[in-house]
């Protein structure tokens, strides 16, 4: 649930052959640009589709040298003496976040859950308050945009504008099998060098979807395309560095509010089974990555919840351990914080292994609400971490309502005061 991309973006004319900067590519399969990096840099290989400049020599898989960031895998963490919450149950090793002490994800890892989190993406991680207030508080990033299928599987063809800028033209119908990766790299190559941990977001989508796979009407080919889809994009960052891609929304919002499946080209064409080819496809594409169903309105112990853990239950009976998690979004009114544990109950009580609140944001951000959501994640052993949809009200995609933990000038809100607080 985002703002819909620009079809059409303008920029700068580039520098055509210059030399890749640290973190940035500099090689890996269908890759074009250049393979050269700045002095004192090494090309390292992370994968077939992916290689980054590095600094420093004979370290080929060494991330950031930031202080604060895990040179080797560190233990699944153990839950510290002051907590009265038990670890949670879900996922097994899971590298420990990069944040400051005292910050939320400090606060929230102490009492046993994972991450604390928030959605980023370029145009964010280019503000430098918003950069040191994730550094800082935040130990988990969701890209808000950049790896839905229309941001990497959609075609812009470049033209000179004019003498000083290229304009990127949308040629939709012509990108299949064309993927592009330049947003979706910018957030992973940041999340990877400051420490953070990423739920990749998200691969099968009815929403923010090109058309030419919606006017796909035959089985085979709309299974080939899911398949190639999912394999390309979680392929390309699995086992990457620290396999910081903790966890993917594999499939987002496919619920009608009545509990059965939305009306999208996946159902039309596949039926139910799109479920069970999309998680499997994930799972070969990233082994180590805990696969999720995503949705929102699960805000009350409702027909959509009832027909998701119905759902959850019926896919992973048929296929044991296709669907490792659920999510729920928590775009919330005022008020709605009340119901929060009931519904958190209610989905730990599916056959899954996780739970996760991932894009949470609350109208008017009252400090009640946001601590019951909170306090509903702590009691409830299958949660395993928070995501709020933004950082500060200036950037959320539903701006207005001022429903972040930090206000338009990236100063903590009483929300955030009161999380501190009772964490
Ligand atoms: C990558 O390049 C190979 C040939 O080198 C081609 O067969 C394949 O379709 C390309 N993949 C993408 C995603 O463009
Ligand atoms: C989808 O199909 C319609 C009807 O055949 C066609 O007009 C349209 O161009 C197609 N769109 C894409 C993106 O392929
Ligand atoms: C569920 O809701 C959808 C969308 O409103 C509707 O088309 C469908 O008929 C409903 N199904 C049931 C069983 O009520």
Same mark, same amino acid.
């Given at each position: ?7 059409? *973006? +303008?920029? &700068? !004319?580039? #520098? ?7 973190? $940035? @590519?500099?090689?890996?399969? /269908? ?92 145009? *964010? +991680?280019? &503000? !430098?308050? #918003? ?7 935040? $130990? @988990?990033?969701?890209?808000? /945009? ?278």
């Amino acid at each position: 649930m985002s703002k819909l991309l620009a079809l059409v *973006t +303008l920029a &700068i !004319a580039a #520098n055509s052959v210059a030399a890749v900067g640290p973190w $940035g @590519q500099c090689g890996g399969l /269908n890759y074009s640009g250049s393979t050269q990096c700045d002095a004192g840099l090494n090309c390292v290989k992370l994968n077939d589709w992916y290689s980054q400049c590095q600094p420093g020599q004979n370290q080929p898989t060494t991330p950031a040298p930031t202080t604060s960031v895990p040179t080797t895998p560190i233990p699944t963490p153990t839950t510290p003496t002051t907590t009265s919450n038990p670890a949670p149950t879900g996922t097994g090793w899971v590298p420990v976040p990069s944040a400051s002490a005292n910050g939320l994800q400090d606060k929230l890892y102490k009492r046993g859950k994972h991450y604390f989190g928030a959605c980023a993406d370029p145009n *964010t +991680l280019n &503000i !430098a308050s #918003n950069v040191a207030v994730l550094q800082r508080e935040f $130990g @988990q990033v969701t890209p808000e /945009n950049s790896m839905k299928w229309d941001a990497v599987e959609r075609t812009f063809h470049r033209i000179l504008h004019n003498f000083r800028e290229l304009m990127y033209v949308d040629i939709d119908a012509a990108s299949r099998g064309q993927f592009s990766f330049g947003n979706a790299d910018t957030l992973v190559n940041w999340a990877t060098s400051n420490g953070k941990l990423i739920r990749g977001h998200t691969l099968v989508w009815h929403s923010q979807l090109p058309g030419w796979v919606n006017n796909i009407s035959d089985r085979a080919t709309l299974t080939t395309v899911i398949q190639n889809h999912i394999q390309t994009v979680a392929g390309r960052y699995a086992g990457k560095l620290l396999d910081q891609i903790l966890a993917w929304d594999v499939c987002n919002e496919i619920f009608e509010e009545n509990g059965t499946l939305r009306n999208s080209v996946f159902n039309r064409v596949l039926g139910e089974s799109f479920v069970t080819i999309a998680f499997q496809a994930a799972r070969k594409a990233d082994p180590t990555a805990v696969l999720y169903i995503n949705d929102y309105n699960l805000d009350s112990v409702n027909s959509k919840v009832n027909g998701m853990v119905s759902l959850v239950n019926r896919v992973n009976q048929a296929n044991p351990n296709t669907i490792d998690g659920i999510g729920t979004q928590m775009h919330l009114q005022a008020g709605m914080g009340s119901t929060s544990q009931a519904v958190l109950t209610a989905l730990a009580a599916a056959n899954v292994k996780e739970i996760a609140v991932t894009e949470l944001d609350i109208v008017g951000a009252p400090s009640n609400d946001y601590t019951q959501v909170v306090r509903a994640c702590l009691n409830t052993p299958k949660c395993v971490g928070i995501t709020v949809w933004g950082v500060s009200d200036a950037n959320s995609w539903r701006s207005s309502s001022t429903p972040l933990l930090f206000d338009r000038s990236y100063n903590p809100k009483a929300a955030y005061t009161a999380i501190a607080n009772i964490l």
